[in-house]
């Protein structure tokens, strides 16, 4: 395959808990947990993992949309952290986010043309004439109309709304999208068509994705790579057919035969996971679910499982593997 | 299996300033004893609208029945008085809500707000009340019952609340038990969980079930019989191994066709154009027809009527013939 | 290419929406607010009150000769009539034409106090909520401390004493606004405040900032205009208020003082039994303006609320 675009080094996110008076750091919320991967051109990686888990503050911690706590993001080549305010601006455009929420995402009182031609002004990536050729090719693209430039977003539904953020990133030729649950608050009729343009866009200009849902037929249909996080961890990535062909991990496992199948005749053998997932704040020692697997062995409650490579590019870490 | 509530010909409009919607158009629908019912369809089709409407939970103004039946037990809830209708809430029928943090009171203890659904249905004294209360969290798989019965809603999980929720909603031995999108705000790993509380439930107690859902897989594995619904009406209606294997409405087929399957690889997912209808602006004859690619001229003109085309399988679609 | 093209352009159509008829953020106000009978008879009241202030005593003073200081000794404190149609006050001076000049007086005072204090509370609110943290925390107990001074008593004492210093009563009314204005900021700015740091967890400020835009354009084109409305309903009710605390002040002898007139100060002559008992033409005027208007304000005020907040919409 293609290049490495983005590489993922050990990240760390941990919110500080504040109590008191004097607000206190009392504890962390380890909400991103020593996360490493690789992302290459054209290529969509899916994170999948239950709420919670960490997928989406890894996606905008990739972003530095929120500040790291450990580890290194490089974007080709670069190390987005050590990059001053200026040369941050000035990458911003190469790595664009969308929204799960169509309906707080989007500025309620620009127009839709505004919304999207902002960046291109702002960035001066185009002149002011051109800005409303581009803002008008971008919405074509994402199959909206032209005269639906003038207008608000309040004027459309959740899965037009979700075009037009779509068409926000778009404007700006990005090499890498974060895709954070974009289809989750849409219906299903609309969640087809959005997946579909996400796919087709793709196609045509060879964006890669890192494409953050809790839906694993989704994931599954979309990405080329699928990552499985249980309390800000990887703990299982491989190739897609792989990983649902043949997962490894008990908490994939799990996740997998969790899934409602719409076939009534099918019967499936079914892991039921004791309990819940525990606090962020409070993970459990060792291998963070241990807790819940139903083959847990004595290591690990005791021993991190590392994360690593056991043959064609499956990662999991788990002891029993 | 006996009818448990058929619903006949029920309309519920809300009256806005804008112009009238009518969530619930026309629908007819019938539950039998010991049943899970299915009702499938997008925000905005009216499903949970008709479930609010059998105990007469819309909010008046500006929703309104304006007409049909609700026939219950031989009696119509759609005539009854507020006393009569608060008897059977929450004892012969009640209601699971999606999200359970809103639904439960947080200002009491869980057991408080069993306790207080038994006390007022059954003849019990609070201490009895309370053994039935533990017993029923027992029942639902809560961990430590004896303890979790005097917390309060926010100590416990997303999980546990909809547990607690199931709890209260079967104390009472109800008939029917209404799930509104039960397991939409849990995870997979605990909506399995939760499924198969429900499942275990209804096989012990022989409490019919009516799910609504928009979750094709979730009505797949826990119904006997489907009904789906799109703007307000019902479109299809067949036995859920009828309707998976051999849908016929257009809309139907779109719906289960867009969804990626994990078992199975597409290479493009096949999607309905365009968006639901304004219910404030309705089309012309079929509702479905400006989504739907197999439309001809009178789909524009005539509304469908639901007819029956094979035996127990029920659709609105002039592409079909209705058999008698 | 093409036929990609074609897949992605498949069926989108707006929802029940004619091509040409855009409704922007504002327009539905508008659109709100014309629905609501109060408010709209509020706005009138409120309307007619500013023309009559403004235009009144010019028409008065060309059209019938009759300023605020001119004195009609051959009708002091006489009853309505023809030539007074709301007779005069004590020294002979035409009630009407004073009236409508304490409207300017008090609208005015409203006008300005609450645009001091929308200046002070959005910018002072506006710093609190965009950089948050230690600023916010500062900034915070300072406004605690200032919403502890008891409001009337130290606006007493203050315009107490502008008397001792003995103020021209010209710009007596100046000082008396600025003090209101500076009294009563607080409420806004943690508005303000409030505001934005709401509206910096919404999704679209990340998107600016993903978008890597600068933070002037942050500033002004994300985060100011989506606090205006809730601006725009709390200077509108605070202008009712501001024109209370003028009255009442001005009624106590410590606002505006003779010759000029306030409304306030015009009800003041009630303290006089007699008057209050026989000469109602000196007093119930000016009060029931008081009332009218600020009413006005309020009903305004809350229609506004009502049209900007969807939420509340039934």
């Given at each position: 395959?293609a290049?490495t675009?983005?590489?993922?080094?050990?990240?760390?996110?941990?919110f500080?808990?504040k109590?008191?008076?004097?607000?206190?750091?009392?504890?962390?919320v380890k909400?991103?947990?020593?996360?490493?991967f690789e992302?290459?051109?054209?290529?969509?990686l899916?994170?999948?993992g239950?709420s919670?888990?960490g997928?989406?503050?890894?996606g905008r911690?990739?972003?530095?949309l929120?500040d790291?706590?450990?580890g290194n993001?490089?974007?080709?080549?670069?190390d987005?952290?050590?990059?001053s305010?200026k040369?941050?601006?000035?990458?911003?455009?190469?790595?664009?986010i969308i929204f799960?929420?169509p309906?707080?995402s989007?500025n309620?009182?620009m127009t839709?043309?505004?919304?999207i031609?902002?960046a291109?002004?702002?960035?001066k990536i185009?002149?002011?004439?051109?800005?409303?050729?581009?803002v008008?090719?971008?919405?074509?693209?994402?199959?909206?109309?032209p005269?639906?430039?003038?207008?608000?977003p309040?004027?459309?539904?959740?899965?037009?709304?979700?075009?037009?953020?779509?068409?926000?990133a778009?404007v700006?030729?990005?090499?890498?999208?974060?895709?954070?649950?974009?289809?989750?608050?849409?219906?299903?009729s609309?969640?087809s068509?959005i997946?579909n343009?996400?796919c087709d866009l793709?196609?045509?200009?060879?964006?890669?994705y890192?494409f953050?849902?809790?839906?694993l037929?989704?994931?599954?249909h979309?990405?080329?790579r699928?990552?499985?996080m249980y309390l800000?961890s990887?703990?299982e990535?491989a190739e897609?057919?792989?990983?649902?062909?043949?997962?490894?991990?008990?908490?994939t496992?799990?996740l997998?035969?969790?899934?409602?199948i719409?076939?009534?005749?099918?019967?499936?053998?079914?892991?039921?996971?004791q309990?819940?997932?525990p606090?962020p704040a409070?993970?459990?020692s060792?291998?963070?679910?241990?807790?819940?697997?139903?083959y847990?062995?004595?290591?690990?409650?005791?021993?991190?499982?590392?994360?690593?490579?056991?043959g064609?590019g499956h990662?999991?870490?788990c002891?029993?593997? | 299996?006996?009818?448990l509530?058929?619903?006949k010909n029920?309309?519920?409009?809300?009256?806005?300033?804008?112009?009238?919607?009518?969530?619930?158009d026309d629908?007819?629908l019938?539950?039998?004893?010991?049943?899970?019912?299915?009702v499938?369809?997008?925000?905005?089709c009216?499903?949970s609208?008709?479930a609010?409407?059998?105990l007469?939970?819309?909010?008046?103004p500006p929703g309104?029945?304006v007409s049909?039946?609700?026939?219950?037990?031989?009696?119509d809830?759609?005539?009854?008085?507020?006393?009569?209708?608060?008897?059977?809430?929450?004892?012969?029928?009640?209601?699971i809500?999606q999200?359970?943090?809103?639904?439960l009171?947080?200002v009491?203890t869980?057991g408080?707000?069993?306790?207080?659904?038994?006390?007022?249905?059954?003849?019990m004294?609070?201490?009895q009340?309370?053994?039935?209360?533990?017993?029923?969290?027992?029942?639902?798989?809560?961990p430590r019952?004896?303890?979790v019965v005097d917390?309060y809603p926010?100590?416990?999980?997303?999980?546990?609340?909809q547990?607690?929720m199931?709890?209260?909603?079967?104390?009472c031995?109800?008939?029917l038990?209404?799930?509104d999108?039960p397991?939409?705000?849990?995870?997979v790993?605990i909506?399995?969980?939760?499924?198969?509380?429900?499942?275990?439930?209804k096989?012990k107690?022989n409490?019919?079930?009516?799910?609504?859902?928009?979750?094709?897989?979730?009505?797949?594995?826990?119904?006997d019989?489907?009904?789906?619904?799109?703007?307000?009406?019902?479109v299809?209606e067949?036995d859920?191994?009828?309707?998976?294997k051999n849908?016929l409405h257009p809309?139907?087929?779109?719906?289960?066709?867009?969804?990626?399957?994990?078992?199975?690889?597409?290479e493009?997912?096949?999607?309905?154009?365009?968006q639901?209808p304004?219910?404030?602006?309705?089309?012309?004859?079929?509702?479905?027809?400006p989504?739907?690619?197999k439309?001809?001229?009178?789909?524009r003109?005539?509304?469908?009527k639901l007819?029956?085309?094979?035996?127990?399988?029920k659709?609105?679609c002039h592409?079909?013939?209705?058999?008698? | 290419m093409?036929?990609v093209?074609n897949n992605?352009?498949k069926?989108?159509?707006?929802?029940?929406?004619?091509?040409?008829?855009?409704m922007?953020p504002?327009?539905?106000?508008r659109h709100r607010?014309?629905?609501n009978?109060l408010?709209m008879?509020?706005?009138?009241?409120?309307l007619?009150?500013?023309?009559?202030?403004?235009f009144?005593?010019?028409?008065?003073k060309y059209?019938?000769?009759?300023t605020?200081?001119k004195?009609?000794?051959y009708?002091?404190?006489?009853?309505?009539?023809?030539?007074?149609?709301?007779?005069?006050d004590?020294?002979g001076?035409d009630?009407?034409?004073?009236?409508?000049?304490?409207?300017?007086?008090?609208?005015t005072v409203g006008?300005v106090?609450v645009?001091?204090?929308?200046?002070?509370g959005?910018?002072?609110?506006?710093?609190?909520g965009?950089?948050?943290?230690?600023v916010?925390?500062i900034?915070?107990?300072f406004?605690?401390?200032?919403?502890c001074?008891?409001?009337?008593?130290l606006?007493?004492?203050l315009a107490?004493?502008?008397?001792?210093?003995k103020?021209?009563?010209?710009y007596r009314?100046?000082f008396?606004?600025?003090i209101?204005?500076?009294?009563?900021?607080t409420?806004?700015a943690?508005?303000?405040?409030?505001?934005?740091?709401?509206?910096?967890?919404?999704?679209?400020?990340?998107?600016?900032e993903?978008?890597?835009?600068?933070?002037?354009?942050?500033?002004?084109r994300?985060l100011?205009?989506?606090?205006?409305?809730?601006?725009?309903?709390?200077?509108?009710?605070?202008?009712?208020?501001?024109i209370?605390?003028e009255?009442?002040?001005s009624y106590?002898g410590?606002?505006?003082?003779?010759?000029?007139?306030s409304w306030g100060?015009?009800?003041?002559?009630a303290?006089?039994?007699?008057?209050?008992?026989?000469?109602?033409w000196?007093?119930i005027?000016?009060?029931?303006c008081?009332?009218l208007t600020?009413?006005?304000?309020?009903l305004f005020g809350?229609?506004?609320?009502d049209?900007?907040?969807?939420?509340?919409?039934?």
């Amino acid at each position: 395959m293609a290049e490495t675009l983005l590489k993922v080094e050990n990240l760390k996110k941990y919110f500080p808990i504040k109590a008191g008076v004097f607000q206190r750091t009392v504890g962390y919320v380890k909400a991103v947990d020593d996360v490493s991967f690789e992302l290459k051109e054209g290529e969509t990686l899916g994170f999948v993992g239950e709420s919670g888990c960490g997928k989406s503050t890894t996606g905008r911690t990739i972003l530095r949309l929120l500040d790291k706590t450990d580890g290194n993001v490089y974007f080709e080549g670069k190390d987005i952290f050590s990059l001053s305010r200026k040369e941050l601006r000035s990458i911003r455009p190469k790595m664009q986010i969308i929204f799960q929420d169509p309906y707080s995402s989007l500025n309620p009182r620009m127009t839709v043309g505004e919304i999207i031609g902002e960046a291109l002004v702002d960035h001066k990536i185009v002149s002011k004439g051109e800005v409303k050729d581009r803002v008008l090719e971008a919405l074509e693209m994402c199959g909206l109309a032209p005269y639906h430039i003038r207008r608000y977003p309040h004027e459309f539904s959740g899965g037009q709304r979700q075009r037009i953020g779509i068409a926000r990133a778009l404007v700006l030729n990005p090499k890498f999208i974060v895709c954070d649950e974009p289809v989750s608050a849409l219906d299903v009729s609309i969640q087809s068509q959005i997946v579909n343009l996400l796919c087709d866009l793709q196609q045509k200009f060879g964006f890669s994705y890192m494409f953050i849902s809790h839906d694993l037929s989704v994931v599954k249909h979309i990405s080329h790579r699928v990552g499985v996080m249980y309390l800000g961890s990887l703990v299982e990535l491989a190739e897609k057919h792989e990983l649902y062909k043949n997962p490894l991990h008990p908490y994939t496992k799990a996740l997998l035969s969790a899934v409602p199948i719409p076939d009534p005749t099918l019967k499936r053998e079914r892991i039921i996971l004791q309990g819940d997932i525990p606090s962020p704040a409070n993970p459990p020692s060792g291998c963070k679910f241990h807790t819940r697997c139903p083959y847990k062995k004595d290591i690990c409650s005791q021993e991190v499982p590392k994360f690593r490579d056991v043959g064609g590019g499956h990662f999991v870490s788990c002891h029993l593997v | 299996m006996g009818e448990l509530l058929s619903i006949k010909n029920l309309k519920t409009y809300f009256y806005t300033e804008d112009g009238v919607i009518k969530a619930v158009d026309d629908v007819s629908l019938t539950i039998r004893e010991g049943e899970t019912l299915g009702v499938v369809g997008e925000s905005g089709c009216g499903k949970s609208i008709t479930a609010m409407s059998i105990l007469k939970l819309i909010p008046n103004p500006p929703g309104k029945i304006v007409s049909g039946e609700i026939i219950f037990e031989g009696k119509d809830l759609t005539k009854a008085t507020d006393s009569e209708i608060r008897k059977i809430r929450g004892n012969k029928i009640s209601v699971i809500f999606q999200e359970p943090m809103t639904s439960l009171n947080p200002v009491f203890t869980i057991g408080d707000q069993i306790i207080e659904a038994i006390v007022l249905h059954q003849n019990m004294n609070r201490e009895q009340a309370r053994e039935k209360a533990i017993d029923m969290l027992k029942l639902v798989g809560i961990p430590r019952a004896n303890e979790v019965v005097d917390a309060y809603p926010h100590e416990l999980s997303g999980g546990m609340r909809q547990r607690a929720m199931i709890a209260m909603a079967m104390a009472c031995n109800p008939k029917l038990l209404i799930a509104d999108e039960p397991t939409t705000a849990l995870d997979v790993t605990i909506q399995a969980q939760i499924l198969d509380l429900m499942r275990e439930l209804k096989n012990k107690t022989n409490t019919s079930i009516m799910l609504i859902t928009h979750d094709l897989g979730v009505v797949a594995e826990m119904a006997d019989h489907v009904v789906v619904m799109y703007a307000g009406k019902i479109v299809e209606e067949a036995d859920v191994f009828e309707i998976f294997k051999n849908p016929l409405h257009p809309y139907t087929i779109g719906l289960l066709e867009s969804k990626p399957i994990l078992n199975q690889d597409k290479e493009r997912l096949n999607s309905i154009p365009g968006q639901v209808p304004n219910p404030l602006n309705m089309p012309e004859g079929c509702y479905f027809h400006p989504r739907c690619s197999k439309a001809m001229d009178i789909c524009r003109k005539e509304q469908p009527k639901l007819c029956s085309v094979k035996d127990g399988h029920k659709v609105a679609c002039h592409l079909y013939k209705e058999v008698k | 290419m093409a036929e990609v093209k074609n897949n992605l352009n498949k069926g989108v159509e707006l929802k029940g929406a004619k091509k040409e008829d855009i409704m922007s953020p504002w327009k539905i106000v508008r659109h709100r607010l014309r629905r609501n009978k109060l408010a709209m008879a509020g706005l009138y009241i409120l309307l007619f009150m500013i023309v009559v202030s403004v235009f009144g005593p010019i028409v008065q003073k060309y059209v019938f000769g009759i300023t605020m200081e001119k004195i009609d000794l051959y009708n002091i404190s006489a009853p309505p009539s023809l030539k007074h149609p709301l007779g005069t006050d004590e020294v002979g001076r035409d009630i009407l034409t004073r009236l409508m000049y304490g409207g300017r007086i008090s609208l005015t005072v409203g006008i300005v106090a609450v645009s001091i204090s929308v200046v002070i509370g959005s910018i002072i609110g506006g710093i609190s909520g965009y950089y948050g943290g230690v600023v916010d925390g500062i900034i915070m107990r300072f406004v605690d401390i200032f919403m502890c001074f008891p409001f009337f008593p130290l606006l007493l004492m203050l315009a107490a004493v502008l008397s001792d210093y003995k103020v021209d009563p010209k710009y007596r009314i100046y000082f008396v606004m600025v003090i209101i204005g500076i009294l009563s900021w607080t409420g806004l700015a943690r508005i303000v405040r409030g505001q934005i740091l709401s509206l910096r967890e919404q999704e679209f400020m990340q998107a600016a900032e993903a978008l890597g835009l600068r933070d002037r354009r942050k500033i002004f084109r994300h985060l100011l205009p989506n606090t205006f409305a809730s601006i725009i309903v709390s200077a509108t009710l605070g202008i009712g208020s501001a024109i209370l605390s003028e009255s009442a002040l001005s009624y106590l002898g410590l606002g505006v003082t003779p010759p000029y007139p306030s409304w306030g100060q015009m009800v003041q002559v009630a303290t006089d039994y007699y008057v209050m008992k026989y000469e109602y033409w000196k007093w119930i005027p000016p009060g029931v303006c008081i009332f009218l208007t600020v009413m006005a304000i309020n009903l305004f005020g809350d229609g506004l609320r009502d049209a900007l907040d969807p939420k509340l919409k039934r």
